[in-house]
Each structure stands twice: as structure tokens, then as C-alpha cells.
């Protein structure tokens, strides 16, 4: 019972209306899973990642996607995923990828992306609480109505940092070439502008000392490509992702659950001015953050789990 205690002090702290400063833990540590489909079609690399960050003594862990690229978009498969999620000791939050969605097909063939995302939507996210044993409260985008579609857009703060999922799939952010047919990606383009704009006003107003904002994304979020003769999804959310940084005082993390397709992960964090940006490799990665620490994040070494190899 004594390594679920500080998850528990995490739901419990959410309840309250006054939460003292001197009672905000100095230090503390959360789990990061990624890419736990990437390189075979089964839940074998979640189930374990799971079970290993359970035995630590976390605040929470968040998972990067439902399934693989190469597994069916089916009812069915949700259900198992998210069995597995609920699994967890830890509070889980979930952060969705372009695999969950983008590629997903009807029974002719037909694209089903913007229905099945409807359907992630329903089955994921239903409720304001983690997955897992220690429920911890969010607060999604979908509080506000005109974002009322947006629940895979989650907040929670602990530690004086604040935490936030992001939808921004690494298939170029879902943007498509072919005139008339990216409603939804200018509309969420639109709600992710606000969420990324309330997120630097809460922690502003707080004065939080960091933001971790967890996404699919890839390295476009960071760095410009160069002339690749296709339209840069994620060219607006890079400037966004960038002034949030210039505007708040203290650091800012972004973790992508997949990378790109030149962007090997890192499992370490590399800065530019106060704008961290974290690549997990395979399995969990355990973040601690640390107050008295001028750069607050540090990735833990022999944490990633691939095939039970460490």
C-alpha cells in the first residue's frame, strides 16, 4: 500500500479547494509510455509497462495510443485496450495518437478516421477521472462548450506543475493535401490554439514553475522541416508551442509519445531556452521533477522496457 501513496495524495489534493504551498511536494516523479505498439501488433509492451511503473512509487503515468497502425479500428479492440488501461494501480491518463484514428477504414474500405475518433472519443473518455486504481480528477476542453467535442484534451496540475494532453497526431498533424476536406483539422486547429493559450494563463496566474504538455506529434513541433513540397501540418502549433514558452516564466516540457520519422527517441531532454522537448523511447520512462533543480526535469536512467529487456 505504501508505494500508492502518493497517488492517492494526488486525487485526494484535487478535491480540495485550498491546497497549502508548503505542503506542494518538493519532489516527485510520473511515468511516460510510448510507443508501445510501434514495433509489434499486440499490448504485450503496455501490459508490461503497466505492471513495472505500478511497483514505483508515482504520481501518475500517462500512455501515448490505443493500438498500432497495423491493428483493426474495431469495437472490440478498444474494449480489450481499454480493460488494460483500467488495469493500472497508478493513476493512467490516456494521450491519443494518429495510429488511434487517422488510418482506420470501413468495412468497404472507406475512410472512417472522423467516425472513429468520434468513437475513441466516447469509449476513452467518458468521465472526468484517470484510468486506474487511483482516480484522479481532469479537467478537459470540453468544460467549455464551444470545445464541448474535446475530451481527449485533459489538464491536472500537482507539485506546482501543470500537466496537459493535446490531440496533434504525428501523421502531419492529419492535415490533407486535397482542397475542401480538412474541416477537421482547421477546427481543432482552432481548439488546441485555445488550449494551448488557457494552459499559459492558468500557470501564469498560479505561478506554476512548469508546463508538461504530452502529444503524438514530431519534430516539425520543435524545428521547421525544410522544403519538403508538402504544407507543414504542424507549422501553426510550433509558433503556438513557441510563444507559450516565450510568455511564461518557467520551463516548458513537450513529451511526444512517437516522434517523426527523423527523430530517433532520446530519453533525455533537450532545451532550447526554457522549451524542453522529450522523445521516450519503447516502454516507460519515469520523468522526476525537482524543485531545487535549475532545469526542474530529469529522465531517469533503466526504466524503458522493450521485450523484457532493459
Do not use: H
Request: proline residues 4%.
Amino acid at each position: 500500500m505504501k508505494k500508492y501513496l502518493l497517488p492517492c495524495l494526488l486525487a485526494c489534493s484535487a478535491l480540495l479547494t485550498a491546497w497549502p504551498v508548503s505542503a506542494q511536494p518538493k519532489t516527485f516523479s510520473f511515468g511516460v509510455i510510448a510507443q508501445a505498439f510501434k514495433k509489434n501488433a499486440d499490448d504485450s509492451i503496455l501490459r508490461e509497462a503497466i505492471a513495472d511503473s505500478d511497483a514505483d512509487n508515482l504520481a501518475f503515468v500517462v500512455a501515448n495510443g490505443i493500438k498500432g497502425d497495423d491493428e483493426p479500428c474495431s469495437d472490440k479492440l478498444y474494449s480489450k485496450r481499454k480493460k488494460v488501461f483500467e488495469s493500472a494501480k497508478n493513476g493512467l491518463v490516456l494521450s491519443l495518437t494518429g495510429n488511434d484514428w487517422i488510418e482506420c477504414k470501413t468495412a468497404n474500405g472507406r475512410p472512417a478516421s472522423i467516425e472513429r475518433l468520434s468513437r475513441v472519443r466516447d469509449v476513452f473518455f467518458s468521465d472526468e477521472f484517470t484510468f486506474g486504481a487511483s482516480k484522479i480528477p481532469l479537467v478537459r476542453q470540453s468544460a467549455t462548450p464551444k470545445f464541448n467535442t474535446y475530451v481527449e484534451n485533459a489538464r491536472w496540475e500537482f507539485g506546482d506543475i501543470l500537466f496537459a494532453t493535446i490531440n496533434l497526431p504525428a501523421n502531419n498533424n492529419y492535415y490533407l493535401p486535397d482542397a475542401g476536406r480538412n474541416g477537421e483539422f482547421e477546427d481543432r486547429l482552432i481548439a488546441n490554439r485555445d488550449w494551448l493559450k488557457r494552459l499559459a494563463v492558468i500557470a501564469t496566474r498560479k505561478k506554476l514553475d512548469g508546463i508538461v504538455i504530452f502529444c503524438d506529434g514530431n519534430e516539425s513541433l520543435i524545428e521547421a522541416p525544410g522544403k519538403t513540397g508538402k504544407r507543414d501540418g504542424f507549422a501553426e502549433m510550433r509558433k503556438e508551442i513557441a510563444a507559450l514558452a516565450a510568455r511564461f516564466q518557467g520551463k516548458v516540457l513537450l513529451i511526444q509519445g512517437q516522434g517523426g520519422a527523423n527523430q530517433a527517441p532520446m530519453n533525455r531532454i533537450a532545451w532550447r531556452g526554457n522549451l524542453g522537448n522529450l522523445v521516450p523511447a519503447a516502454g516507460w520512462t519515469k520523468v522526476t521533477v525537482e524543485r531545487s533543480n535549475p532545469a526542474l526535469f530529469t529522465v531517469s536512467e533503466n526504466t524503458v522496457i522493450v521485450g523484457n529487456q532493459r
